[in-house]
Nanobody, 115 residues
Framework: QVQLVESGGGLAQTGGSLRLSCTAS????????MAWYRQAPGKEREFVAQ???????DYANSVKGRFTISRDNGKNTVYLEMNSLKPEDTAVYYC?????????WGQGTQVTVSS
């Protein structure tokens, strides 16, 4: 079992920046994929970014060039650096950890971008 705790959310202005952190209760060294998803009010949860065990990254088109995902295996932490924020980035952001047969979710952290 892996518990994930997100932090770093809050209020930002359009064009501003925030950095989200996701700290795991166990080593993430062997976790295949660490990812971020988000869910805006009235919408389904959507993929934002992911990073593989080997460091390969992938991003949703809507955040490509603005968001950067990284991982620090020594700290069991994954980060999401968010720049040039837009009001449409407002959502609850969730951390996800995926092994071959299991998937874990954090409780989420609220990000609100004001116009």
């Amino acid at each position: 079992q892996v518990q994930l705790v997100e932090s770093g959310g809050g209020l930002a202005q359009t064009g501003g920046s925030l950095r989200l952190s996701c700290t795991a209760s166990a080593s993430i060294f062997s976790i295949n994929i660490m990812a971020w998803y988000r869910q805006a009010p009235g919408k389904e949860r959507e993929f934002v970014a992911q990073i593989s065990k080997g460091g390969s990254t992938d991003y949703a088109n809507s955040v490509k060039g603005r968001f950067t995902i990284s991982r620090d295996n020594g700290k069991n932490t994954v980060y999401l650096e968010m720049n040039s924020l837009k009001p449409e980035d407002t959502a609850v952001y969730y951390c996800n950890a995926r092994r071959t047969l299991t998937s874990y979710w954090g409780q989420g952290t609220q990000v609100t971008v004001s116009s």
